[in-house]
């Protein structure tokens, strides 16, 4: 295992510190309850917006605390949900009065450990609203299944929702674009290497020198299948059909394409995707009206990439385009 | 012979012992159809347990196991953290006052503890989870306790009906959690969950009989 | 080799077609010259500032062109230095009357190309002033060397000179703002992995399971020697210390710190390093004022980092600051 | 028997299989003290040459080497780029206008590309690179010409010094160039551009002897 890490046991808070030394006008980490939160938080009369997870997808969530954007994000230990104190002392530390929004992604731990955070704030006398995620195209017959697994809608979601939230709108609206955004936006990814724990010291899981695992999930859960390498070209063909079809993208629509490392792939490659995915836009006289390339929601140092479409409207483009400045995203401001 | 205070920390003092022993048991199983930490979350949570438990040890049964449950909570995380943690207050809570339980306070505690995991996790049982393994406990602990079998009885019944709810989980497919997401490719595997169950009850057993 | 790619020869322009088609508010290519060039260029009575290097080290120099930093960029085949053709096509393209300063990276080759480009610019008429960014410490004597590299600081250096320019400056004073950064500015690298010139199809180097280079180079030149694996806190320690000492920082200094990935090493791992050179900064009572994160001089997909440190004072704060509107880095507008 | 406008092409033509075939051995050679590229830079800028050539092929010797030399200028980058297209354009302004070239008119050629090359990289033989290999050679051939050997016999031994001052590279210590950052490290090593050097004037003597 080769990583910059001082042990398995640190990687988490040491990257935390590492955060709160080098943005200190942006962030401050409770190391207590091991939660990040927005700088001069809570924000009096705003709704309040936190996420969390488990660790090893950096940027996200903490990368997205600050102005127009997430006021709190819990870290779990890498890839394990964080636990309901956490997100309970988040909740409470982000409550401007205006009532708290739970950006959930779609994973059972994530999923029960947010609904008893809800359930303590609450008994808090703390409003409470939650939104899960579920935007993976890759998990079939969902009606048998956990559901599909939040993953790059999560991002788009928290920048746009995060957009709405400075304009003093209220928890319900909140919620319901939060909603909106989730209904719009598919996502698939795919790996051309596993990724490993710091704790298991090992390969998640095992792929051989020819073969590409499509459909992957962010903690290397296996995907729809594997298949030989293939030019870029195709592997986006895999990508982008699937979402396309489920979103029943039609001729003349407008979109955010989202192009996504997964940690290990440099720049350059996610440019080659980003080139193939606007071929196959334009054959279907889709638009590109926004885009976001580069490695967001990573699983550690995994190689490969994940498309993200969302269908854009005024109101979705507004708060996407509206200030945002936190350590990983930053515009306007 | 009814189950003491006394009996109730021993019995998790061993717990916390047993799981972590079978730390690295757990997490393999939880690699193939999971994400490999399930051993670790509940070795995190146990350890955690063991150093609120001197606070607690004292007091009423039922204290003492809302005690566990919300220190699961806190420290467990991912699916059986929740659902873990449920099922202890749940229990503390069919517990509380109480400084012995005979057994129809076992089963009625255990009933308790079960809903509470079933309503947290929206599972039934057939789909691969903790749920199968304590089901046909609790219904073989109820049986036992119709028939006046006594305590240390009941609760080997109990124990043995887990590990055969357990290993009843390796043929299925599953449809909650993580394992879910495999469909046809979660055939043949035991569930994590299903197997730290079966421990807390064979534990309870060798220590309470 | 495991690449998002159509074929070792079309990643390069695959790539651009892919920020054409994703930035076209920012940028357009001019693919017969193979330059990467700020919409609207040129920009009226403001000096252009145009730099170029092989491909491979996304996003230096294609992400930096835009409004507050790069007017074009020429990007060679990977690793290997752009022609003369290019920055003379580049040169072209941005020279709004005010004059054109080359930013060179210290790479034979790039020195070499961008001499002769320059000699055909003036020749064109054209007045060019160059500057040669030469930081990294992990070469030695470079007396008996081609001299340091150029690596970390050229970014900055891009930024900054970039800040000033837009405030319509002279070619002379942004020339004279250039050579002060790279002056104030020093860098080191390492790597965990090798990396794959597509072209080569096998990694660069070898490095054993157990084994890291500390000073590798962007094009994974060999460094300052090979050691068996450490924490992060020592592979800080081995990058910080010769660039503290080499910049001479004393007691009460402030300096942006930049803590790069090298392509293939996710951001919980660049945070962790960033916590560990804070430590260090803070043990000197050196201030960290600014500071970048992330993967912005790459070698592909190298795992590894490198660390570049400059002394600020107010001018270089300020115009670092300045609104920057690039694919890569963006702030103020 | 001088050398002729159509031997010139021959030749031309030939290098560039040369270096296509030598691709791979050239680019291994530059990984160990380089950045892997020298093969595929090569191979690119004679590619592009070959597309040019018959556009010059019926023009003298000066004009169709000025022509490689701007085609490899534009078109090979790096550190060799620069450097072999100054010492093409430097040999062309040597031959301009000669349809014909003697054994004097080839070592004036030659040294004057030699002078082009030092001159654009700031380097000296003994830095380990290009300089090593064609210095010895224009030696030699100066050489062979007082001495009257006949073009073939003195393009032969200009082939075998270059081949000579390559392998003299191994040993040295790298000064100039990507390899110079190793330091002590560069020994040992044959340096790619020296080999190039020579696969051109062993080829010269090959094709025109
Ligand atoms: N919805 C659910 N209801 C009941 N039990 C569940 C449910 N989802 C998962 N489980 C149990 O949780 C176990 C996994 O626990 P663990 O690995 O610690 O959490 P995670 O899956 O978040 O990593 C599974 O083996 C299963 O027994
Ligand atoms: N300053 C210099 N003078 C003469 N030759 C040089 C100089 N620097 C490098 N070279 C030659 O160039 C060769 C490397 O060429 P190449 O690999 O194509 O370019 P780059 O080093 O930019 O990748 C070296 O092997 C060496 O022979
Ligand atoms: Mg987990
Ligand atoms: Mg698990
Ligand atoms: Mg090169
Ligand atoms: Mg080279």
Known sequence: ?333 | MPITTEDMVRWINQVAIVLHDNRDYLTQLDSPIGDADHGINMDRGFKAVIEKLPTVANMDIGSILKTVGTTLVSTVGGASGPLYGTAFLRAGMAASGKNELYEGDVVLMLEAALEGIKARGKAQAGEKTMVDALTPAIAAMKEAEQQNVGMSQLLRRGSDAAEAGMKATIPMLATKGRASYLGERSIGHQDPGATSSWLMLKTLADTCA
Chains 1, 3 share one sequence.
């Open chain 1, 1 to 333: 295992m080769k990583k910059l890490i001082n042990s398995p046991e640190s990687v988490v808070t040491d990257a935390l510190s590492g955060m709160q030394a080098l943005h200190p006008e942006l962030i401050h980490v409770d190391f207590e309850n091991q939660v990040i939160v927005r700088a001069g938080a809570p924000v009096r009369g705003k709704v309040g917006l936190i996420s969390g997870g488990g660790s090893g997808h950096e940027p996200m969530h903490g990368g997205f605390v600050g102005h127009g954007m997430l006021d709190a994000a819990c870290p779990g230990a890498v890839f394990t949900s964080p636990v309901p104190d956490q997100m309970l002392a988040a909740t409470r530390a982000v409550n401007g009065g205006a009532g708290v929004l739970h950006i959930v992604k779609n994973y059972t731990g994530d999923v029960l450990n947010f609904e008893m955070a809800a359930e303590l704030a609450e008994a808090d006398g703390i409003e409470v609203a939650s939104v899960v995620t579920n935007d993976d195209v890759a998990v079939q017959d969902s009606l048998y299944t956990a559901g599909r697994r939040g993953v790059g809608v999560t991002v788009l979601l928290e920048k746009i929702v995060g957009g709405l939230a400075e304009t003093g709108a209220s928890l319900a609206q909140v919620a319901e674009l939060a909603r909106k955004v989730n209904t719009h936006g598919r996502s698939m990814g795919m790996a051309l290497t596993s990724c490993t724990v710091p704790a298991a010291g090992k390969p998640t899981f095992e792929l051989p020198d020819d073969e590409m695992e499509i459909g992957v999930g962010i903690h290397g859960e296996p995907g729809r299948r594997r298949v030989k390498l293939a030019p870029a070209s195709e592997v986006t063909e895999m990508l982008a059909t699937p979402i396309i079809e489920d979103l029943s993208l039609k001729a003349g629509e407008r979109v955010l394409a989202f192009v996504n490392g997964m940690g290990g792939t440099p720049l350059i490659e996610l440019y080659v995707v980003a080139n193939e995915l606007a071929k196959i836009l334009k054959s279907r006289d889709v638009t590109i009206a926004r885009s976001l390339v580069g490695s967001y929601i990573t699983s550690l140092e995994m190689a490969g990439c994940s498309i993200t479409l969302l269908r854009l409207d005024d109101e979705l483009t507004r708060y996407w385009d509206a200030p945002v400045r936190t350590p990983a995203l930053r515009w306007g401001m």
